[in-house]
């Protein structure tokens, strides 16, 4: 039997702005995956630098944290068995261009920034990212 995993997921400000949080989250649970948590909310700059700090120093790191801070988004906490790769599986690429037929970034993505969604990448990053937002009594 595969353990239950938990991920952290974002809705991000280009899909909360266009009027697609609900479309990606009927995905979301058609593909699958539980919601344990969910929050709308909208991150100041100080919060966007502070999620995204492994991609301090990057050249387009400036422009991540001004997108993420420019309008609200959804936060989720999702749960599965191997619910990390599965939901980066279901993002598809960083590049909506280059993902894959039928994932949400190939169907919604519209440049490499403004890919839609957000999906931690290892079991560590997951439980910083879900501490993030979620405290443990607020994953029910
Ligand atoms: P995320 O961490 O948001 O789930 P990811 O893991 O597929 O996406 P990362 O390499 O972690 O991709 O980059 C984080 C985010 O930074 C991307 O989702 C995208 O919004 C933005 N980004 C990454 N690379 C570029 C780039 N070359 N130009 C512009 N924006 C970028
Ligand atoms: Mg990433």
Known sequence: MS???RTLAIIK???VARGIAGEILTTIEQAG???RGLRMLRLDRRQAEGFYAVHRGKLFFADLVEFMSEGPIVVLAL???DAIRKWRE???ATNPASAAEGTIRKRFGTSMQRNCVHGSDAPDTAHFELGYFFRESEMV
């Open 3 to 5: 353990q239950l995993e």
């Open 13 to 15: 400000p280009d899909s």
């Open 33 to 35: 995956f539980r919601i």
């Open 79 to 81: 749960e599965r068995e």
């Open 90 to 92: 279901a993002m598809g």
